[in-house]
């Protein structure tokens, strides 16, 4: 039981990143990584979406979708469960921290769109029935752990990315270049953690 | 019951379901909003072009209410739309000018080519690349990145050279930042006259390459009054501060027509305007 919680932990944040492996959710990854402040604000928002997303949407799929037969809906209510849970973070979000709320700016709705929340969703949905993943707890740690994994790259990428700003980087790399190359880069050195689970 | 009644009542069910929490924690955590921002939003002309230096009209509505902007840093605004929002504000709005954009090139694909470019169609990358394809090191790329900047569809493409079309333009200055080679100003609209051309090379240089450059005769430095025209080196402008007025062009007979006014230069080919 335990093992199996540790193999999800470290799976999920380490091994199968689902920004450096899995590549889900590039654009906010790209997007909201120039500053360590909003990437930390991101990460919080993304931590919150994510495991909510993934106890509420595996409640649903189990008691609900599983014995209705109604797999097929699984998209779609999906979708459903984490735009409202995004509307909702928005809402509490402009009320407790209005600077957070306008330094994440775009980005907070965007993450209704950001594909590592659907993709951590679908995936705890598609798990094998007797896998740890497709109880609601298991599926709530998958996606704290997700997330977690998610904010690690950003937090990580976004430090980079302001030592980058420093540096003396050739005209033609200016910009988004050099971001794209030490993604690559950070991608790999992530894969030397393949084999550990 | 059919499969596709348990579907539809479910995900209407957890819709409905969804829709309320969020309706009720939409009231718990109600912020204020000043309701003058969104007047004001109501009033700006909703472009979204971000010619203010904020993110949207949204943006500069708020900085309009807490005092941070003026209503005149709109580009787009009218001067009654100005009034409007001042009165509404109760504040009172200076005057402002109407500004336009003028791509100071006249040289089109009938520009000497020194090579033949064949990367991205897109004016920095060409300037990148042993600086474009076109002989004149200063003039239009004509790959079009400042009239695909244009919010408002007023830069136009013709055989190589993009052209302001004043009456589109509203002076926001997107294409200003676009140009790689600073060949956009905003200048006050009541200006006519425009020197088409920004090449500071010697005269007989720059008419090797092109025939549509100027050549620093001076001619319509004379024909204009003191002050109206500059000198720089090989290159003659007009001075936006005391422009001549659009008979000049007339007066001054500019022997390779650089020298003319926007309208002009605007105007469908073939036809005189």
């Given at each position: ?197 | ?99 336009v954009a ?48 244009c919010p408002f569809d007023a830069i136009e ?7 302001v079309h004043e009456a589109l333009c509203v ?95 605007a ?7």
């Amino acid at each position: 039981m335990l093992s199996e919680f540790l193999v999800i932990t470290v799976g999920a944040i380490l091994v199968n990143n689902f920004v450096l492996s899995k590549f889900l959710g590039i654009c906010p990854f790209l997007g909201v990584s120039k500053k360590l402040d909003t990437a930390l604000g991101m990460s919080g928002a993304v931590v919150f979406v994510m495991t909510l997303a993934s106890l509420v949407s595996s409640l649903i799929n189990s008691f609900l979708l599983v014995p209705m037969k109604l797999e097929f809906l699984q998209t779609l209510v999906f979708i459903v469960v984490i735009a409202s849970l995004v509307q909702l973070v928005e809402i509490i979000l402009q009320k407790l921290s209005a600077k957070l709320y306008d330094s994440l700016g775009i980005f907070l709705p965007l993450i209704t769109t950001n594909c590592a929340v659907l993709g951590c969703v679908v995936l705890n949905a598609k798990s094998a029935p007797d896998s740890i993943q497709s109880t609601w707890y298991g599926a709530t740690i998958y996606g704290f752990c997700s997330a977690v994994g998610f904010s690690l790259a950003l937090v990580l990428f976004s430090s980079l990315r302001e030592k980058l700003d420093l540096a003396n980087v050739p005209k033609a790399f200016e910009g988004t270049a050099i971001s794209l190359v030490t993604a690559g880069i950070l991608a790999m050195a992530f894969l030397g953690f393949s084999g550990l689970v | 019951m059919s499969l596709a009644l348990i579907a539809i009542l479910s995900v209407g069910v957890i819709g409905v379901l969804l829709g309320v929490i969020i309706g009720v924690v939409a009231k718990v955590f109600a912020v204020e909003i000043d309701e003058r921002i969104e007047k004001v939003e109501e009033l700006l002309p909703s472009a979204n072009c971000g010619g203010c230096g904020y993110a949207g009209c949204m943006d500069f509505a708020k900085a309009v209410v807490s005092e941070k902007a003026t209503v005149d840093q709109c580009p787009v605004c009218s001067p009654d739309d100005i009034k409007n929002i001042a009165e509404y504000l109760g504040i009172v709005a200076e005057e402002k000018e109407k500004m336009v954009a003028v791509v100071k090139c006249g040289g089109t694909h009938s520009v000497a080519v020194s090579a033949k470019y064949n990367g991205v169609a897109d004016c920095k990358s060409a300037v990148l690349v042993a600086a474009g394809g076109k002989g004149c090191a200063f003039g239009c790329l004509g790959m079009a990145s400042c009239s695909r900047a244009c919010p408002f569809d007023a830069i136009e493409m013709r055989d190589g050279l993009a052209i302001v079309h004043e009456a589109l333009c509203v002076g926001c200055g997107k294409c200003v930042e676009t140009c790689p080679r600073n060949l956009i100003d905003l200048v006050p609209a009541k200006a006519e006259v425009h020197v088409f051309c920004n090449s500071p090379e010697k005269g007989a240089e720059k008419m090797k390459v092109c025939k549509a450059s100027c050549i620093g005769c001076r001619k319509c430095v004379k024909a204009a009054e003191e002050g109206q025209m500059k000198v720089e080196g090989f290159l003659v402008s007009v001075n936006y501060d005391n422009p001549p007025p659009a008979g000049l062009v007339e007066a001054a007979a500019c022997p390779t027509q650089c020298l003319k006014t926007a309208k002009a230069h605007a105007a469908p080919v073939g036809s005189e305007a």
